[in-house]
């Protein structure tokens, strides 16, 4: 018993001080990378002027509006940049002719981002001037306390215009930006001839959704709907038939050149749990039941598939009309697509023959001659200026690969040199 006692003693020793030393430091310099520390900015000389931040494409009118306040700034040593990604120096040599024009693609960043780099890089109290149109909608999120000197010089340019116009549907629609609501009403007040619509059988369940998603699609593009349960002698631009039995051609014969005609298939049911694809979008709607789709034309173009890849709308333009089949009916017991907002969006292409970029329009922007919304530090008791902070995880990260490596080799040595022994 005693000499296992003096065994265990033996081997509670460190036998390897440096390796020992080396694991430590390993740890330890992996806990700094995650306090992430860094090296305090120095002081800086009294001469750093400032800088003048102007869009790179519209140096040449803004200079030629605001000459003077920018020669001045100048002769004092401020720096010309920039106001865009990495603040590159601007030369006033090329406001002479097209050269900003010319040069490389301007990557597009908002206020907030700008202002936040700025932040960043440049030193406490740095003054900046800022020669550029205020865009409320640049200002696309919460800014930071600021410790820059900003005079921001609001400038007005030639395609800043507060009203916007934007075509959707073959129809131009003017835009106006009311607070952070984007509102659009009709540029000609014109009103649209209605479309006359029928839908057969009109009492069913699957035309009350139909007409319910047509009258939404009515209202929001100002489009008046005139729908109709029977034929009555009125030219139709839409037939929408709900049945699988054949249209009489009384009715058939109702139908516009150009016209729109939507009907069911007259095939094979099929059960099946499935997505439903609207155009290139995956959406969520399960396609309860469909239709075999192997009976009929198969030069048809496809505009709805579900995930198998089966057809689920197709598209042929036939005797001057634009022929629809759907392979599915829409009601709760073949789909859910009925349910969805997407519903309505779903049914404009087949009325307009177009597919548009979305059932909302592009967003618009506006001036804002207020200043940004922006928390600025009060540094004027600050006397010293200082460089940015620099972030010090790189040198970290060389120093701990450095000591893994020594690591690695002395355990590899120590390892050997037991074996020999």
């Not at 990378?33 to 002027?49: E, S, V």
């Not at 109709?228 to 037939?239: C, F, P, S």
């Not at 995956?282 to 030069?299: A, H, M």
Request: with cysteine.
């Amino acid at each position: 018993m005693g000499e296992s006692a003096a065994a265990n003693a033996r081997n509670l020793k460190i036998s390897e001080w440096l390796l020992l030393l080396l694991r430590c430091l390993f740890f330890l310099l992996i806990a700094l990378l995650i306090a992430q520390p860094y090296f305090k900015g120095k002081a800086l000389p009294q001469n750093k002027a400032g800088w003048i931040l102007v869009h790179k494409k519209d140096l040449k009118p803004i200079y030629l509006n605001h000459q003077k306040t920018i020669d001045s700034l100048l002769k004092k040593g401020y720096q010309l940049r920039d106001f865009g990604l990495g603040f590159k120096p601007l030369n006033l040599k090329d406001t002479a002719g097209n050269a900003l024009l010319k040069d490389s693609i301007v990557v597009p960043l908002s206020y907030t981002s700008l202002l936040k780099q700025a932040n960043q890089e440049l030193p406490s109290q740095y003054p900046i001037w800022i020669f550029a149109p205020k865009y409320s909608a640049q200002l696309d999120d919460v800014l930071p306390t600021l410790h820059l000197e900003i005079n921001w010089q609001s400038v007005a340019v030639a395609d800043t215009s507060s009203l916007r116009y934007t075509e959707f549907l073959n129809q131009t629609y003017k835009a106006a930006l009311q607070k952070h609501t984007i509102t659009y009403s009709l540029a000609s007040e014109k009103s649209k001839l209605p479309l006359h619509v029928m839908v057969y059988p009109s009492h069913t369940e699957d035309a009350k959704y139909v007409k319910a998603a047509l009258s939404a699609i009515g209202s929001y593009l100002n489009q008046p709907m005139q729908f109709h349960d029977k034929a009555e002698g009125k030219k139709l631009d839409v037939l929408i038939w709900l049945s699988t039995m054949e249209i009489p051609s009384q009715v058939s014969s109702q139908l516009k050149n150009e016209g729109v005609f939507l009907k069911y298939a007259n095939s094979a049911a099929i059960k099946k749990h499935s997505s439903l694809i609207l155009g290139e979008d995956k959406n969520t709607f399960s396609t309860l039941k469909i239709r075999n789709t192997e009976v009929d034309n198969p030069t048809a173009e496809v505009i709805w598939r579900d995930g198998f890849g089966n057809a689920i709308l197709t598209v042929e333009k036939k005797n001057k009309h634009y022929n629809y089949l759907v392979y599915t009916q829409f009601n709760l017991q073949w789909t859910d697509l009925i349910w969805s907002a997407d519903f309505a969006p779903a049914l404009i292409p087949i009325l307009y023959h177009q597919q548009p970029e979305g059932f909302a329009f592009k967003q618009t922007q506006q001036i804002d001659q207020t200043q940004p919304v922006a928390i600025y530090q009060d540094v004027k008791l600050r006397k010293t200026m200082y460089a940015a902070d620099k972030p010090a995880n790189q040198m970290i990260w060389v120093l701990a690969f450095i000591t893994l490596l020594f690591e690695r080799m002395l355990s590899f040595r120590t390892k050997k040199l037991k074996g020999e022994k």
